[in-house]
């Protein structure tokens, strides 16, 4: 049996999924809803198919996911926050034959939608999970930029999916991420279920048939509200959502609840504010490392170490942590990695898989220096020349240039220098641009900054 089927099963009438509006979902029920939803794919021929996903954090986003799991498909998830354009390449590019959406990006989705939200689910005759599903068939195909009509994805395979979710739910349990792992354990999933939070929290917890509250967005206020109720144990976020919690906390000063475990990761924190972020929520951080490509997590940072940062260690505070996997540097400085969570596409014939990261190992600790490529890390991954190429099609540009520079509020920031052709106002022309990306890209890949000269900056 499905694994996370059988959990949900054993879990019974106890509520393993609660949402920011009252909304709960007992192990049965969500079993019954997953079921149903993954009969309405089969009746439309999906079975096995790649099937896109475009909805907002909810239960039903939840089950969406599981639900394509279920039917021994590959899910295509689309950030919620892209436009319509965005997402329609994406699909274009993945080849996808049908998409589920919530309702509000319905009608922007397209005839190829299915609507399954938490008040309006698509439901069919109960279909279980899928038996004996090759294990190289990709299980998540993660969309990471599509330029020139063609899709960079990473696929994650229903093998390194199950290896991923070993090695978190073993991290939980074996103290990993900290001790006290116990029966009342509840998880906060704050950012997007397609990002990093599904692969570290999210899907293990279910996995683990154990609570967890989903809110629909990221928002620091509410955030420390639901965690100071007392309930939540565990959480993740990104850098910059960490960013944002410290700040709420200075206004808002106050305890932590329950919580046990606040794991961040996506991108470097100065060893300043992380000295910081560790004083002021003590004996809860742990930092991951990990590339999805490669694994999730690759390296842990635990609260022991940040009590040591708390205390001054800038040697640490300058670390993403320790190997939890199999990891060595190339000559050159490149992060490898070697386990079960390595996509094969990207390894080489023994196994070793290239990040692109460089970096040097400090007595164990792994610090990372850069990048090979120009991929810009904000926390999410940035490719530039998707940004470019949709810059350049804008009459009045004749050369741009995409980079991430350093940016005191969130550490890295996409940043875009413009040449404009003859007779084109700067002002006119960033906000030509600013108006075309925003129309075309989610949020977090339009650039936050413009700069506008005669020629383009030296790479």
Known sequence: MNATRAALCAAGDRVVLLDGEGRTRTGAQLVDRVDRLAGALTERGLAGDRVGIWSANSLATIEAHLAVEWIGGTRVPVDPNASPAEAARTWEAAGVRGVLVDVERAQAAGPRALVHDDEFPASGPPRFPTPDIPPERTALLYPRAVDGGRLLAVPISYANWEATMAANTALYRGGGYGPGFGPDEHFLTVQQVMHGTGLVGTFPFLRMGLPQTVLRRFNADA???????????????????????????????????????????????????????????PDVLVQIYGRLEGGW??????????????????????????????????????????????????????????????????????????????????????????????????????????????????????????????????????????????AAFAHYKVPRRYHVADRLPAT
């Open 297 to 438: 997590p690759l390296t842990v940072l635990d609260q022991a170490d940040h009590r040591a940062i708390a205390a001054g260690d800038r040697r640490r505070a300058g670390s993403c942590g320790r190997p939890v996997t199999e990891l060595r540097l190339r000559p050159n400085g490149e992060v490898c990695v070697r386990s079960d969570m390595v996509v094969a596409e990207y390894a080489d014939p023994d196994g070793w898989c290239s990040l692109g990261d460089l970096g040097r190992l400090d007595g164990g600790y792994l610090h990372l220096e850069g990048r090979l490529d120009r991929m810009i890390n904000t926390g999410y991954h940035v490719y530039p020349q998707e940004i470019e190429s949709a810059i350049r099609r804008i009459p009045g540009v004749a050369e741009a240039l995409v980079r991430g520079e350093p940016d005191g509020d969130r550490g890295t920031a996409v940043v875009a220098h413009l040449v404009g052709r003859d007779g084109v106002r700067p002002d006119d022309l960033v906000e030509e641009v600013d108006s075309a990306l925003r």
């Open 223 to 281: 955030v420390l509200e639901v965690i100071r109720a007392g309930t939540v144990t565990a959480t993740m976020v990104v850098t910059t959502m960490l960013t944002r919690l410290l700040e709420a906390a200075a206004q808002r000063p106050g305890g932590l609840g329950a919580l046990r475990r606040l794991l961040y990761g996506g991108a470097p924190l100065p060893p300043a504010d992380l000295e910081r972020a560790a004083r002021t929520f």
